[in-house]
């Protein structure tokens, strides 16, 4: 058990690559916290500093309240899984899981003991005996997590872990991480590029770009209310659609122009806007597929568009839309509550109308490409 800090936090590969820039943040004891950001942003960077597999090249780590820029890894009181399982091919799971407590010459009735156990939590007591290449990926990866569990270690740390499996595996190990979460109670850091997994696994999300942290927030958080475009549009899928609008001030209220309508912003956009002091001007508006209300009567005051593509999902309907700017949109619609006629009207190459309602509207500065409200 530990709280992890970087303050400062920078890394400068080859004298001029630099990989991480003045990553600031506090980790708490027990909490699970997830890098998320495109390849390249720095995610495994920074994992590897706090394992000191990585030399920092300025500023300050510490694992609890220890400074432990200069200390070695295996004095860390860390254990770290990696994206491709580095188990030892030539000994058995049990050995591969043991090793590293017999490098530190610890009881072999403990050794035992802490294997069983770990083998246990993760389900793979019956493989002990085979050695990894007698193994699925899935399994493979269980022995990979259950060879950092029995170090019992303050700080647990996993590059992309579940990268290598398939989609299905992947779903199924991501919800066992959120059980032995629940068991092997310390601290998690945890790298994805995948921001469904950020989603769900994460206490907190850090999202990241090009070596700066974007954003840290719960999932929640960042999901709605996104500092800037690009956070906007990497968390949520179907991404965010972004439109071209026009964001009108008039006595103390506000409004978004676009496409030939004007929707009103609610009182608390309005108070948070005037308080920004923010004046008539261009933004880009997002809005998400699902947040999008499609309009089968009432066809005042909406946007006409066309459909392009109907995709059916089964459970969920979505539509690709152009506009009539030509500007793509994506809808995404529950099927349940449509009606027969309605599902036809949603067909290839019909014109459609839709509409937001003002507190669904993201709001964004198209040169800072900041959140004129939450940036
Ligand atoms: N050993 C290295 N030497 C030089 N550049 C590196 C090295 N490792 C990573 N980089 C660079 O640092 C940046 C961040 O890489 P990395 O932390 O691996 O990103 P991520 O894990 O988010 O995909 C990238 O531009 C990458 O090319
Ligand atoms: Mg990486």
């Given at each position: ?229 690009f956070v906007a549009g990497f968390i949520g899928s179907p991404q965010m ?135």
């Amino acid at each position: 058990m530990a709280s992890v800090t970087l303050e400062h936090v920078k890394k400068v590969y080859d004298k001029n690559v630099v990989a991480v820039h003045d990553f600031n943040l506090q980790i708490k004891d027990k909490e699970f916290v997830v890098f998320v950001g495109p390849s390249g942003c720095g995610k495994s960077t920074t994992l590897r500093m706090v394992a000191g597999l990585e030399d920092i090249s300025d500023g300050i780590l510490k694992i609890g309240d220890r400074v432990v820029n200069d200390v070695e890894p295996k004095d860390r009181d860390i254990a770290m899984v990696f994206q491709n399982y580095a188990l030892y091919p030539h000994i058995s799971v049990y050995e591969n899981m043991a090793f590293s407590l017999r490098l530190r010459k610890m009881d072999k009735e403990e050794i035992h003991r802490r294997v069983c156990q770990a083998a246990e939590i993760l389900g793979i007591t019956e493989y002990l005996g085979r050695k990894p290449k007698a193994l699925s990926g899935g399994q493979r990866q269980r022995v990979a997590i259950g060879r950092a569990i029995v170090r019992d270690p303050a700080v647990f740390l996993m590059d992309e872990p579940l990268s290598n499996l398939d989609a299905k595996l992947r779903n199924q190990m991501r919800a066992e991480i959120i059980l032995l979460r629940k068991r092997v109670d310390t601290t998690f850091i945890y790298v994805t590029h995948d921001q469904t997994e950020a989603m769900t696994l994460g206490d907190r999300i850090v999202v990241m770009k090009d070596g700066y942290i974007q954003q840290v927030g719960t999932p929640q958080e960042v999901f709605d209310t996104p500092v800037n475009l690009f956070v906007a549009g990497f968390i949520g899928s179907p991404q965010m659609n972004f439109l071209k609008a026009k964001l009108i001030q008039s006595g103390n209220g506000y409004s978004v122009e676009l496409l030939g309508t004007t929707i009103p912003l609610n009182p608390d956009q309005n108070q948070a806007l005037a308080a920004k002091g923010v004046k008539t001007q261009e933004i880009i508006l997002g809005v998400r597929p699902e947040h999008t209300t499609v309009l089968f009567d009432n066809k005042e005051n909406a946007i006409e568009c066309t459909i392009n593509v109907n995709e059916m999902m089964g459970s969920e309907l979505h539509l690709h839309l152009s506009s009539q700017n030509k500007d793509k949109i994506i809808v995404r619609l529950p099927t349940v509550d449509l009606s027969k006629e309605q599902r036809a009207q949603l067909s290839y190459g019909n014109k459609m109308y839709i509409t937001f309602p003002a507190k669904v509207m993201h709001l964004f500065d198209p040169t800072s490409e900041k959140n004129l409200i939450y940036g």
